[in-house]
């Protein structure tokens, strides 16, 4: 059964930074799109960055995170990270973990995590 595993959520104060972590079951997911998303009671689930490898990796953030976002992976341990620096209050959410997506899909993913807590105070 695949499992995705999100860590690394938290309470943190505006400016300060986080790394999301997510351990997938099988390393093979990393073949294939992976990426994260957010969400906050009362409003559908947000695309916050994707990642996809070949050759050589591609990336996709959502204009609200990029400059502060760093989405990467060890293939090796079959993780994928987010790095979330300069964090704001409008980051607060719960951050998904999903993989088994098409190269630059920004929605369809075979697989969730379970979701972990980021909140950001003032």
């Known amino acids: 059964q695949v499992q995705l595993v999100e860590s690394g959520g938290g309470l943190v104060q505006a400016g300060g930074s986080l790394r999301l972590s997510c351990a997938a079951s099988?390393?093979?997911?990393?073949?294939?799109?992976m990426a994260w998303f957010r969400q906050v009671p009362g409003k559908n689930r947000e695309f916050v960055a994707a990642?996809?490898?070949?050759?050589?990796?591609?990336?996709r953030y959502v204009h609200s995170v990029k400059g502060r976002f760093t989405i990467s992976r060890d293939a090796a341990k079959g993780t994928l990270y987010l790095q979330m620096n300069t964090l704001k209050l409008e980051d607060t959410a719960v951050y998904f973990c999903?993989?088994?997506?098409?190269?630059?899909?920004?929605?369809?993913?075979?697989?969730w995590g379970q979701g972990t807590q980021v909140t950001v105070s003032s």
């Open positions: 990642m996809w490898c070949g050759a050589s990796c591609s990336t």
């Open positions: 999903a993989a088994g997506g098409r190269p630059g899909s920004l929605s369809n993913y075979d697989y």
């Open positions: 099988e390393r093979t997911l990393l073949n294939y799109a």
